[in-house]
């Protein structure tokens, strides 16, 4: 599980859903949960707050221009691969911290990554849990 | 409501201890007390009961008063309407499984009470056994049936689960929540097993050294960090395999076998036989309907 520690910058919220967006240095994570300020007494702007994700939903890129729907990116580089027989895991530095991330071995060598490699790293608003 | 006010110089086994507590508990929720042995937990039940002497306090239950030693007021055990199953059955080996039920019967009292009790707790093809020739999980489903004979107000169950291995502990806890429920009767748990805990309660008091050091809703006493993933479970970890660059960890949960994908940091401090918590956020599980 990847652990990243920043404080709640903003919640917007609908019924019982709401988008909240974590300052973490100068990176902004935005994480949709269902929970209110009124439920959930983390939920106030400012508040210190744990964004958790598994390394299995961590979606890395190479090169600088993605269009995709993903909003949560950070630049990082791979300090260590490790390769196993289906499935490879990477190290990466991050300035907000070590990431890891598990992709397939056919994904990873699709995309050729190796150590000190500049990638980029992202995860989905729809899988970043947060905790106290 | 039942109010308990106690106090009592206890000797344990690292000197003399004071127990004193307070605990509120709203009629029919199913209250545990948890905690390690020599915290006091039995003396707790023993002395609701009236078997074991307060020095100070008051026990009111549904604002009849049980106990209050300033006033001299101080119910016999058996004017306390109290059912009790403990970790060894008691029951009467020469008597069978009925026997031993109708014996528990207050004089006068109904006797179709055993009938349904017998019915509940699924003792038919049982009750004319003895109890020589039944399974430990049987014997504590006849002690439980006997604790309820007397339609108690407070179902008081030391350890009864403890002896037992874990499918059949995990069918009595589905008895006792059974009658807990068709019978709205307020339950004292003593238990070691935090997924037990978790399982069977409404709220649950942590006893340390006699004082209460936590109190509420289970979840939230045994989980340190709250985590907002609304697909959480606690379970225990029955196998920890590595394979390839991750682990492979089955959970026990309830009776259904989960397995979970984890990563070398989450399972350092995790061996097993843990209780765990699992959690996934609710926008992944799939739902499909089942014909």
Known sequence: MNTLKGKIASIKTNQSLSLVTIQIEELFFNTIVIETPDTATYLKIGEPITILFKETEVIIGKGSEHHISIQNKVMGTIIKIEKGELLCKLIINTKIGKIIAILTLDASNHLQLEVNEKIIVMIKTTEIMLSQ | ?291
């Open chain 2, 1 to 291: 409501m039942i109010q308990i006010a106690l106090q009592k110089k206890l000797s344990a086994a690292t000197g003399e201890m004071l127990l004193d507590i307070n605990m509120q508990i709203e009629q029919g929720k199913l209250v545990t007390l948890y905690g390690s042995s020599g915290a006091g937990k039995t003396s707790i039940l023993r002395m609701i009961a009236g078997l074991l002497q307060a020095d100070t306090g008051t026990i009111t239950v549904h604002q009849k008063t049980w106990l209050n030693t300033s006033t001299g007021i101080c119910l016999k055990p058996q004017q306390r309407k109290i059912g009790f199953v403990f970790q060894d059955y008691a029951l009467f080996p020469n008597m069978t499984v009925k026997e031993n039920l109708l014996f528990a019967l207050e004089k006068n009292q109904d006797k179709q009470i055993v009938k349904e009790l017998i019915e509940i707790i699924e003792l038919e093809d049982l009750q004319n056994r003895k109890p020589n020739n039944l399974s430990g999980g049987q014997k504590q489903r006849v002690a439980l049936a006997r604790a309820l004979v007397r339609k108690p107000e407070i179902l008081m169950l030391d350890e009864p689960l403890s002896a037992l291995d874990k499918k059949m502990r995990i069918k009595l806890q589905d008895y006792i929540l059974k009658v807990h429920k068709k019978f709205n009767i307020t339950t004292l748990l003593i238990s070691h097993d935090i997924s037990e805990v978790i399982k069977m309660s409404d709220t649950v008091f942590m006893i340390e050294n006699g004082k209460i050091i936590q109190q509420g809703n289970p979840i939230e006493v045994f989980t340190t960090k709250k985590v907002s993933g609304k697909f959480q479970f606690t379970g225990e970890v029955i196998d920890i395999k590595k394979e390839d660059v991750i682990y492979i960890v089955t959970v026990l949960i309830g009776t259904n076998f989960v397995k979970i994908i984890a990563e070398e940091n989450e399972i350092q401090t995790i061996t097993i036989g843990d209780p765990v918590l699992v959690a996934s956020k609710a926008f992944n599980p799939l739902l499909q309907k089942i014909n």
